[in-house]
Structure formats: C-alpha cells, structure tokens
C-alpha cells in the first residue's frame, strides 16, 4: 500500500508514467507456477488486480474510475462518505512493480492458505480484509491526527498491501515459535517486516500495513476468529461458548450476560442427558458387539459341528467369544500291584502289596511294565 497525495487535492495522476515490466514479470511467474495449479479464489483476485491496472474494463466501454478518486483516507471515507472507497482502494496499484511484489506475494499466502480454509471461507477472509483494513485504516489515521496532527486525516493510499499483511499474520499464527526472524519469532515476524519495509521503501503507507496487521490479529486472536475457525460467534449465542484459537488447539471459555445461569443449565444438561443414558450406551454397545461376533462367526469357512444343517462354527457356544476346545489327554493310569487296581481313596495300609527288596526284581518289573 502506498501513499498518493495529502491534503485532499483531488486531481492530478498518481504512479507517473504506467510501464509494464512488473506486469510480464508477473504474467512470467504465474505461467511458471502453473494456472492450472492456482486455486479459484486466488486466480480470480490476481486476474481483478492485473485487470484493473491494465484498464481491461475499458475495452468493454467500462469506465474505471482514478486512483485518487478512490485511495482510501479517513478525509474520503467520513468527511465525503465516499464508502466506495472502502473496497475500490486495494484492487488500485501505482506503479507496475508495486503490482508485482503485491501479486507475487499473494500467489504465494493464497496456494497456502486456501487450501486449508477451503474457497468458501477463503474468499470471505479475503473481502473482510478488504473491507475491515481499510476501516481500520481510518480509524488509525484519526488516532495519529490527534496525536501528531490533523495532516494524517488526508493522507491517501492504494494496494493490496494491508490485505497481505493481514494473510501474513493469519500464515505465521500457525508458525512454530522456536525460530526467530531480525530478532523477533517466526510468528511474530510480521512486526520485523513492518518496520523494514518502511526503512527500505520510504513511500510505503506504515499505517496501511498496521492495519493490515491489526485485521489479522482480530481474525486470529479477537473476535473475529470465527471468520477462520467457522464457529458461530459467541455475541450471536448470548451465552457461554468455547472458542477455539485459530492455530491452537486450546479452547478459551467466553462468556457474556448470564453466563452463570448458563453454566448450570449446561451442566444440568450434561448430568440429563449425558450420564443418564450411559447405561443405555453400555447396553447398545454391548448388544452391537455379541451381533457383530455372531456375524463373523457365520462366515468362518471351517464346517459345523454336530448338526449338518446347523449355521454355528465348530466349537461354538452362544454367548462365548471363543470355542470350546477339545479335551487334553490324560494321564497313563497308575501301576497295578497284584491282581487289583491301586487308589488312594481306598488305599489298606494292610492290605499294600509289599515291594521286593531285590534291585534287580524291580528293573525287571520296570522292564516288564514298558513291554
């Protein structure tokens, strides 16, 4: 975003002469990326961007309105109640290379973030970064003509700037915060940039950039996260909600007029209806389990045992998960002494057979036993 004239002079050209080396550098790049590659939202807001710089709407007898008819300053948007100026001032750029770097930027935040937000909500970050930076810009501008002096109200600017910035915040939000960029985490680093940039490219509108930077804190950290999240925002509900931080798996309770009154309803709620139906769940589950098991049991290819025409697998039994298995052999029966079993329930001391006392009378009786 850069700054066109001050005062509210409103006439004159902004960006001198209009070349078009930014514009085939660009034309260059995307062909390079791949159209093919580009999602929808991000291609149609390059295709607006490059064709409103090129003036394309006036081959169709379309009419385009200046530059300085539309920047956005605080002058234009409350003084003229010009609200046009609100969207109209970032798809306007000043010079083919403040396209460039504008573009070749967004060709880079709108492959990323896309994607993961889906085009739907994409498309909806974007025209509220749009919208809510340029309002913040004027808001900012009366807060810096209250404290340095009323020149800031007619400050004008123009670019796609304060919505990159806003991308650039909502990007790196989700950064881990172990490295570090000029001094400042990787998350943060939008602060570094700002500051930069400023120093590099003293034409630069910082408070355009601020606000860009302002938007995407409100969209990441504030009240406007449901913009990300999709959440259903909590002043809508009027009551206590969880709301989960755009790149952070944390929710954060919010909680508005009545919120004790709420909490017990929901906790009334919770006790009614989530502990009471827990025996009915365990019975359902348990239920679900014994079909299941009984399905997968008659599809066993292994016959049945017992009745042919029965469908239960071999070994079953309703009600068991696994089968009955077959009995183990026993044990060989104990040694007989003299013509009569010998058992220890019916054992006569007296009545014992008496052992030989000759060792070789046993190994023959050993020897004989195994014959």
């Known amino acids: 975003m850069f700054r066109g004239f001050t005062r509210g002079r409103r006439g004159g050209r902004i960006g001198g002469n209009r070349q078009n080396l930014g514009v085939l550098l660009l034309a260059l790049q995307i062909f390079q990326f791949g159209i093919d590659r580009i999602p929808i939202v991000t291609l149609v807001t390059l295709l607006t961007n490059i064709g409103v710089y090129?003036?394309?709407?006036?081959l169709f007898d379309v009419s385009l309105p200046k530059v300085q008819d539309i920047c956005i300053s605080y002058q234009?948007?409350?003084?003229?109640?010009?609200?046009?100026?609100?969207?109209?001032?970032?798809?306007?750029?000043?010079s083919d290379m403040h396209?460039?770097?504008?573009?070749?930027?967004?060709?880079?935040?709108g492959t990323k973030l896309e994607p993961r937000l889906g085009t739907a909500r994409f498309a909806?970050?974007?025209?509220?970064?749009?919208?809510?930076?340029?309002?913040?810009?004027?808001?900012?501008?009366?807060?810096?003509?209250?404290?340095?002096?009323?020149?800031?109200?007619y400050t004008c600017a123009a670019g796609f700037s304060c919505v990159l910035f806003g991308l650039k915040v909502i990007m790196q939000s989700t950064s881990p915060p172990s490295h570090s960029l000029f001094g400042f985490p990787i998350h943060m680093a939008y602060w570094s940039e700002l500051i930069w940039i400023s120093i590099i490219s003293p034409n630069s509108s910082f408070v355009g950039h601020l606000a860009g930077i302002v938007m995407g804190l409100l969209m990441t950290k504030g009240p406007l996260n449901f913009l990300l999240t999709g959440e259903t925002p909590a002043f809508f509900e009027g009551g206590v909600r969880n709301q989960r931080t755009w790149g952070s798996g944390v929710?954060?309770?919010?909680?508005?007029?009545?919120?004790?009154?709420?909490?017990?309803?929901?906790?009334?709620?919770?006790?009614?209806?989530?502990?009471?139906?827990?025996?009915?769940?365990?019975?359902?589950?348990?239920?679900?389990i014994r079909r299941s098991l009984e399905?997968?049991?008659?599809?066993?290819?292994?016959?049945?045992?017992?009745?042919?025409?029965?469908?239960?697998?071999?070994?079953?039994?309703?009600?068991?998960?696994?089968?009955?298995?077959?009995?183990?052999?026993?044990a060989p029966p104990a040694p007989e002494y003299g013509g009569g079993g010998y058992h220890d329930n019916q054992h006569d001391p007296s009545q014992a057979p008496s052992l030989p006392a000759d060792l070789d009378e046993i190994r023959r009786r050993r020897v004989h036993r195994f014959e």
């Open 54 to 58: 090129l003036h394309v709407p006036e």
């Open 76 to 94: 234009g948007v409350v003084a003229y109640r010009e609200y046009n100026r609100l969207i109209l001032s970032g798809f306007y750029h000043l």
């Open 295 to 330: 399905e997968e049991n008659s599809r066993r290819p292994y016959p049945p045992r017992g009745n042919p025409g029965s469908t239960e697998p071999r070994g079953y039994t309703p009600g068991r998960l696994y089968p009955d298995l077959p009995p183990q052999p026993s």
């Open 251 to 288: 929710a954060s309770g919010g909680s508005s007029g009545g919120s004790n009154a709420n909490r017990a309803g929901r906790t009334n709620y919770q006790n009614t209806h989530v502990n009471g139906n827990t025996e009915q769940e365990d019975a359902e589950l348990q239920e679900a």
């Open 99 to 109: 396209l460039y770097y504008n573009m070749a930027s967004f060709l880079y935040k």
């Open 124 to 153: 909806t970050v974007i025209g509220s970064l749009v919208v809510g930076s340029s309002a913040v810009y004027c808001a900012l501008q009366y807060v810096a003509a209250q404290l340095l002096g009323p020149s800031h109200l």
